[in-house]
């Protein structure tokens, strides 16, 4: 298939800590407010313009498929990237790169709820184009009580940095961010890989910007987290 998506949701994971929620129903289906949460991260990114969107999936990925269809009902055109076994993040976005578009991708899970307004990732979009070497953007988030340490330091200029300095805040990443497909293709698209790993990596290179949101956030991880949002 030709290259089409500027953006893609991440939506093969099993869902453990959802069980038995997700024994027999894929977790990207589970619902808030009557709308599964899969669907709710596919309007917004209609919103912003993002019209072309790769999904990955893997457990239960047919049900997926079937409940969301070619995305027309949404105004959208959805690409279906499917994996046997699951691989994790990374490895997940190296086996739809066939599917993603070169250059500037928005990337987001599936499993958050918030109210972060994607249309203003599209300049970030355009700064990740025109880089000089292949980059990253992340949306990060107040620290959350179950991750008290949070993940990275944002500092004051917008850089992202692994250690704590001056005029700095550790906070959480969103799992919401913008990707240069050059940082993938030299992930193996056949083994399951984490992706915070290489978020180490390009910090430490100094090719990862970010921004803080404070907005609602919240990551749909346990079944108390379905029922608080």
Not at 66 to 83: F, H, I, M, P
Not at 201 to 228: C, H, M, T
Request: hydrophobic share 40%; with cysteine.
């Amino acid at each position: 298939m030709t290259a089409e998506a500027r953006a893609m949701i991440l939506a093969a994971g099993r869902g453990e800590r959802m069980r038995p929620l997700t024994d027999t129903m894929p977790k990207p289906l589970l619902e808030v407010g009557g709308k599964p949460l899969i669907v709710r991260q596919i309007e917004a990114l209609a919103r912003a313009g993002f019209d072309r969107i790769a999904i990955n999936v893997s457990w239960l990925g047919e049900a997926v498929k079937q409940a969301l269809g070619d995305g027309k009902q949404w105004g959208v055109s959805l690409y279906w990237s499917e994996e046997n076994p699951a691989l994790e993040t990374a490895g997940g976005i190296a086996r739809a790169l066939p599917l993603l578009k070169r250059g500037a991708v928005v990337i987001v899970s599936a499993d958050i709820y918030t109210e972060f307004d994607y249309r203003k990732l599209t300049p970030r979009v355009v700064e990740v184009d025109a880089a000089v070497r292949p980059c990253a953007h992340l949306v990060m988030v107040p620290n959350p009580p179950y991750h008290l340490d949070g993940d990275f330091v944002l500092g004051d200029d917008g850089t992202l940095s692994l250690d704590e300095h001056a005029g700095a805040a550790r906070l959480t990443f969103g799992n919401i961010g913008v990707y240069h497909t050059d940082l993938f293709t030299y992930i193996d698209p056949n083994v399951p890989q984490k992706l915070t790993p290489y978020y180490r990596q390009w910090i430490a290179q100094n090719i990862v910007s970010g921004e803080r949101y404070d907005g609602f956030w919240k990551n749909i991880g346990a079944p108390q987290d379905l029922a608080e949002v």
